[in-house]
C-alpha cells in the first residue's frame, strides 16, 4: 500500500521561494516559542519578571544624571526622567529586536540540524517576545507619567499617539530586519557578531535618545540624524506622549521605505543562507 504524506520537505531552489503560507502554518510553533523566551529567560533569576522594569528604570535614572544634570542637555520643558524614560524604552525595543535576532543562526544551531520547521519562525517569535517587554515596560511608563501629572508637572499628550501601534510595529520590523541579515552574514564571518554590540551603541548616540533634536542647530546636522531611520520613530513617540520633539513626517516616511527594503533584503537573504548555514556555522 503506497504511503500518503502529510507534508513533504523539498529545498528551496529559488531564491524568492519565501513560502510565507507555510510559517502562517507554523503560527502556533512561534506562540510556543514566545512563551518559551519569556519563561527562560528569568527562569532562574530572583526578581524574575521583574528585570523588564527595573533596567529602563535604572537606565533613564543614569541619563537623566549624566546628560540632564551633568551635561545639561535640553529636554523641551517637559520632565527630565519622562523625557528619558520613553527614549530608553523605545531604543530598548529597536536594539533588544536587533541583538536578539542577530544570533538567530548560531544559536539555534543545534536546534536546526534537528528538526524542520520555517527558520524564520525563530527570528519571527523573539521579535514578538521584544514587543511583549515593550509593552511592559511602556505600561510602566504610562503609570509613571500619570503620577507625574498628578504632581502638577507640565507635559502634553498629542494626537500623535494614537500612531503608537504602527510606530511599535514598524521599529520591531526594522530590527527584525537588521538582525536577520547580520545573522545570516556571521555564518560566514564571525567577527560581525563581536561588532553588535558596539554598534548599536554607536547606533544609539546617532538617535535622539538622550538629547532632543531641538537641540541641534546645524540644518545639515539634523538631516542626517534624521535620515537614521530609528530617529523619526522616536521623535514621534516622544512627540505623540510628551509633546516634545518634532513630528518629521518627511523623515518617517523615509523611515517606512529604508524598513520596508530592509526586511524584505533580509528575508531573501536569510532564504538563501538557510539552505547550507550548517556547513559554516
Known amino acids: 500500500m503506497e504511503k500518503q504524506w502529510t507534508a513533504v520537505i523539498r529545498p528551496k531552489r529559488k531564491l524568492l521561494d519565501l513560502n510565507l503560507k507555510e510559517l502562517w502554518q507554523y503560527r502556533d510553533l512561534i506562540w510556543l516559542n514566545v512563551g518559551r523566551n519569556f519563561k527562560t529567560r528569568y527562569k532562574q533569576t530572583v526578581l524574575g519578571p521583574l528585570w523588564f ?4 528604570l535604572f537606565t533613564s535614572v543614569i541619563h537623566m544624571l549624566v546628560f540632564g544634570t551633568i551635561a545639561g542637555l535640553s529636554t523641551d520643558g517637559v520632565p527630565r526622567y519622562l523625557f528619558y524614560l520613553i527614549g530608553s524604552v523605545s531604543w530598548g525595543l529597536f536594539s533588544s529586536c536587533l541583538s536578539a535576532t542577530s544570533e538567530t543562526f548560531t544559536g539555534n544551531a543545534g536546534l ?51 500612531l503608537t501601534p504602527l510606530i511599535v510595529l514598524q521599529m520591531a520590523l526594522l530590527g527584525l530586519g537588521l538582525g536577520i541579515i547580520i545573522s545570516s552574514l556571521t555564518t560566514k564571518y564571525r567577527d560581525l557578531q563581536v561588532f553588535v554590540g558596539f554598534g548599536i551603541t554607536f547606533l544609539m548616540y546617532l538617535s535622539p535618545v538622550v538629547y532632543s533634536s531641538r537641540s541641534i542647530k546645524s540644518h545639515g546636522l539634523y538631516t542626517a540624524l534624521m535620515l537614521n531611520p530609528v530617529s523619526p520613530l522616536l521623535e514621534l513617540l516622544r512627540h505623540g506622549w510628551l509633546g516634545a520633539g518634532s513630528t518629521p513626517w518627511m523623515f518617517w516616511g523615509i523611515s517606512l521605505i529604508v524598513t520596508a527594503v530592509v526586511l524584505f533584503i533580509g528575508v531573501l537573504i536569510f532564504n538563501k543562507i538557510e539552505k547550507n548555514f550548517l556547513d559554516t556555522v
Do not use: D, H, M
Open 53 to 56: 522594569v527595573i533596567q529602563p
Open 112 to 162: 536546526f540540524s534537528k528538526v524542520y520547521f520555517p527558520r524564520l519562525v525563530s527570528p519571527v517569535s523573539t521579535a514578538i517576545t521584544q514587543i511583549g517587554n515593550f509593552l511592559i515596560q511602556f505600561g510602566l511608563y504610562l503609570i509613571i507619567s500619570l503620577v507625574f501629572f498628578l504632581s502638577g508637572n507640565k507635559f502634553s499628550v498629542t494626537w500623535v499617539a494614537l
